[in-house]
């Protein structure tokens, strides 16, 4: 990945948002730090779903897994699980 400062992207900030725009991002750093990656909008919205879990649907597979007798879980395990 490309790595500039800020002031080398301020300064070339058009050729640096055709290059995120190809697929190549681009690291912005700043006194040596990363601060910032510029990136396409189709990585972003990739990344952005993916950062999404459907946590009710895997709760609710996980239910059907459990069978008929499944009666839930008591605050006994929960109070368990939290010490994890």
Not at 9 to 36: M, N
Request: net charge negative; aromatic share 10%.
């Amino acid at each position: 990945m490309k790595s500039v400062s800020i002031a080398q992207a301020r300064d070339s900030l058009t050729e640096l948002l055709y290059e995120a725009e190809g697929g190549r991002p681009v690291q912005v750093t700043r006194r040596g730090k990363a601060v910032a990656v510029l990136l396409s909008e189709a990585e972003y919205e990739r990344l952005r779903g993916s950062a999404r879990p459907d946590f009710a649907g895997w709760c609710q597979a996980w239910r059907a897994r459990q069978g008929a007798g499944f009666e839930g879980v008591t605050a006994d395990e929960l109070d368990r699980w939290a010490e994890f």
